[in-house]
């Protein structure tokens, strides 16, 4: 067992090891010697104690799933890809299991799409139920506006935006000794970058900075808050204001953003943001971040630079984290010991005594006829507690158990596994029971 953890750990090590290189866009034959340092890890652990084990087939290569994590993922996807077709997506030749980005390209008018991304992160999140979110926006050009009328020279740009960026995982003391010690700023330009980046809020914050005296200078910046403040009111029509929050540290270094830029954040308390400055405030302090898991922005500048006429394709987009959700999720259901339905069969067809093999063919027939999702072990004679345990493992609502007695009486004992309770139903009736409960479910 240690072995296994020991193994378990060095895959962790090599697997962030494998994310940094790819991030800093390392050689690709030093990734390939690390990405296969990372698989012989892997092959080490074997399998998994006689559990089920499926193996995803993806773009990238082949993983192994427990049932319970393939459920979750399962969930994940579908919610992912149902949210997407609803806002009208046309799917690119991509593996199901990698499809987790959605991107509106082409001339609209303004914060119109924008506004559709953030409603799509708003659904997605919310149907998931992961726990309390905030979803932090900003504009590049409000960063740039900000940084030159708080004079940083525009060659240091860049540089300042991907420390600000840090604030979500260091304080703003930290932040400003990078700034000063490490960027060459003086501490009077960091002290003034200070003020704004602590700011937070909604549409009457963007009022506010139109109005502010330094700030209003900067064409760049009004461009931007202008954009926010539309930005707001397409979202209080789209009812998702309750978890947006204007952000001035948002930052996302990625350097092709050219506009509107956002990410959605987990918290640990159950405090929601509300829609005004105030509440949002209020509430600040109370919500302890616990990670990215979608961002995305406008980024008008990048498609063309792949176009041989350099023709300019305005662009907006979202990337949901489905491996960090995935982890979430399976660390919720653990530490809450939530039972993961493992399959969609809505009921189990069992035997309460041996030499009834024939009698569950017959029943399970019929309801794979009646259309009901149906199924039984492959057994002539499995045991009544293990039939009963694989239902409760696997998340099958109910149970149609067939014994002597019912057969003579021409009913079947229907079992509903979450209560334990029991009712004798007529073989006619059953078909029309088990759709009455599934539905109601």
């Known amino acids: 067992m240690e072995d296994k953890a020991q193994i378990h750990e060095a895959i962790k090590v090599q697997g962030e090891l494998v994310r940094k290189l790819k991030s800093e866009k390392a050689n690709k034959e030093q990734i390939d010697e690390e990405v296969a340092k990372l698989l012989e890890l892997k092959a080490q652990l074997g399998g998994d104690d006689g559990k089920h084990q499926f193996v995803l087939k993806t773009a990238k290569g082949t993983r192994d799933y427990n049932p319970r994590q393939m459920a979750i993922r399962e969930k994940v996807f579908n919610t992912i890809i149902g949210c ?14 990698e499809l987790k980005d959605f991107d509106i390209a082409g001339q609209y008018d303004a914060m119109i799409p924008d506004a559709e991304c953030l409603k799509i992160v708003h659904e997605i999140l919310s149907e998931l139920e992961l726990g309390d979110f905030c979803i932090k926006v900003n504009d590049r050009r409000i960063l740039d506006g900000m940084f030159a009328v708080c004079g940083v020279p525009i060659d240091k740009f860049r540089t300042i935006c991907s420390t600000v960026d840090k604030l979500d995982k260091m304080a703003w003391a930290d932040v400003k000794k990078e700034m000063v010690n490490e960027k060459g700023l003086s501490e009077e330009v960091a002290d003034q970058i200070g003020e704004y980046v602590s700011m937070q809020g909604g549409m009457d ?79 600040a302090e109370d919500s302890v971040s616990v990670g990215s898991v979608a961002g995305g922005g406008r980024y008008d500048g990048l498609v063309g630079m792949f176009d041989p006429k350099g023709r300019k394709v305005p662009c907006v987009g979202v990337s949901i984290g489905i491996e960090r959700i995935f982890s979430i999720m399976e660390q919720k259901a653990e530490a809450s010991a939530e039972k993961v339905r493992t399959t969609e069969v809505q009921v189990m067809v069992v035997s309460a005594q041996k030499n009834l093999l024939q009698e569950r063919l017959k029943l399970v027939s019929d309801l794979w006829n009646g259309g009901v999702k149906a199924e039984m072990m492959y057994k002539k004679n499995p045991k009544l507690l293990s039939q009963l345990q694989h239902c409760e493992e696997a998340g099958i609502p109910l149970v149609a158990i067939l014994g002597e007695q019912e ?18 139903i007529c073989r006619a009736d059953l078909l029309a029971e088990i759709r009455r409960r599934t539905s109601e479910a």
């Open 84 to 97: 997407f077709k609803r806002h009208g997506a046309e799917t690119i030749d991509t593996p199901v299991f």
């Open 205 to 283: 914050l963007a009022e506010r900075l139109l109005q502010d005296q330094k700030l209003s200078q900067s064409k760049q910046a009004c461009a931007g808050l202008s954009d926010i403040k539309l930005l707001f009111s397409y979202l209080q029509l789209l009812q998702v204001t309750d978890k947006v929050v204007f952000d001035l540290s948002l930052a996302r270094g990625l350097d092709y953003y050219t506009g509107v830029i956002y990410e959605a954040v987990l918290t640990q308390t159950g405090v929601g943001l509300g829609s005004t400055e105030a509440q949002q405030e209020a509430h």
């Open 407 to 424: 057969l003579k009486d021409g009913v079947v004992k229907l079992r509903v596994v979450s209560t334990r309770e029991e009712f004798d």
